[in-house]
């Protein structure tokens, strides 16, 4: 047996009279009132959704509703959202078990679920005249033992489903077992430590998510409980979801008002650009064009008051200095004083003839300073005022 074996207690609830259990003991329920039944259930269900078709399946099956039964998903080692078999009780069998358990009660589980379970391998085990039955990892059941034998047969004759490599009987003889698994040369074995042979993993309890099938768990009595709380707040509910839909229309109002106020006041706008700054042409870029005919007013405004762009006034000077091979050093406009340019040039007669140069240009020098320098290649430093003459304005 496993560890999992040595550690778990099982009681059983239908038993003979019994003293006080163990803290932490699993009580078990006789498997032929709560089988482990097949559903064809699709893999996209999942939730609430996944057992309301189990259940459809049942009563058309079977004709039960969930007032008569009781179903336990069975999860086993797969996902929950893809569990395809549930244990079924009836609702009166299932309070009746609840009221018969112990305090310190881990979980109720049908007794084919106490077997320890191993992938290819059948698990069967003694109990009065019962024969409990686990089948892999994901199946068992409990039943008479002719009745047992006869389910087990009809099992292997199945085509879709895989014989085992081995069954392991946990009590026995059993000689009625034998022809059944001769005739599918199925190797029966009294020992766990046979399997290792067989090359069949040991078997292990409770280790396959069997202890998520806890019968004592009424899953329809905790949703009524659930409703029975949430009922006090179904009122409050209601009016917040009235206060909200009555918010959400009023900021609707008030986003359709901006957004009508908004295309109100970019006709404005458009209306005003034409009129004033972009007569013609498509309006692409409204500030930008609007920019560029203030910039071209502001010129106009500047050439009839007897004053050049100084970005022009600039070009012209850096022309005439192009011309006679002279850098400035210094070369600032200043929104009062104008255009002011500070140069190193050989002589005074390099002063001169940039002057007249100049001059030639249109644009008048007035001398603010000019001295000899020592100090490095030497020559004459001087500082110019430039401003156009007043006869060359707009020519």
């Not at 085509?159 to 009625?176: F, I, N, S």
Request: charged share 20%; glycine share 8%.
């Amino acid at each position: 047996m496993s560890r999992a074996a040595e550690k778990a207690v099982f009681v059983h609830l239908e038993g003979a009279a019994r003293g006080a259990p163990p803290a932490g003991h699993i009580a078990l329920v006789p498997g032929a009132d709560a089988p482990l039944l097949a559903l064809q259930l699709p893999p996209g269900l999942q939730g609430v959704a996944r057992e309301q078709v189990a259940w459809r399946q049942l009563q058309d099956q079977l004709g039960l509703t969930p007032q008569q039964a009781e179903m336990r998903p069975y999860i086993g080692i797969n996902k929950a959202a893809g569990w395809t078999r549930g244990v079924v009780a009836a609702a009166d069998q299932m309070r009746r078990w609840r009221q018969m358990l112990d305090p310190g009660c881990r979980a109720l589980l049908p007794d084919y679920l106490a077997l320890p379970a191993a992938e290819d391998l059948w698990v069967l085990s003694w109990r009065g005249d019962t024969l409990q039955v686990r089948l892999g990892l994901a199946d068992g059941f409990s039943a008479e033992v002719d009745l047992a034998l006869l389910m087990l047969s009809q099992r292997l004759v199945q085509a879709d489903q895989a014989p085992p490599k081995a069954v392991l009987l946990l009590e026995g003889p059993l000689p009625e077992l034998d022809p059944v698994l001769a005739e599918h040369e199925i190797a029966l074995v009294h020992k766990v430590s046979a399997l290792k042979e067989l090359d069949i993993a040991a078997p292990v309890v409770l280790g396959h998510g069997e202890l998520a099938v806890d019968l004592r768990i009424d899953a329809r009595a905790a949703r009524r409980q659930l409703r029975r709380q949430l009922l006090p707040w179904a009122a409050a509910l209601l009016a917040g979801s009235v206060m909200l839909g009555l918010w959400a229309v009023g900021e609707g109002l008030k986003t359709r008002q901006l957004q009508r106020d908004r295309a109100a006041l970019q006709g404005n706008v458009e209306r005003l650009v034409r009129d004033l700054f972009v007569p013609s042409g498509p309006l692409l870029d409204v500030r930008l064009q609007v920019s560029r005919a203030l910039a071209a007013r502001q010129a106009e405004v500047t050439a009839g008051a007897g004053r050049v762009s100084p970005l022009l006034l600039i070009g012209q000077v850096a022309d005439v200095m192009v011309g006679l091979g002279v850098q400035p050093e210094v070369l600032e406009y200043r929104q009062i004083e104008g255009l002011l340019l500070e140069l190193r040039l050989v002589d005074f007669a390099a002063l001169d003839q940039l002057i007249m140069a100049l001059d030639r240009a249109g644009i008048l020098a007035e001398q603010r300073a000019a001295r000899v320098v020592e100090d490095g290649p030497g020559g004459v430093r001087a500082a110019l005022h430039l401003t156009v003459k007043q006869g060359e304005v707009g020519q």
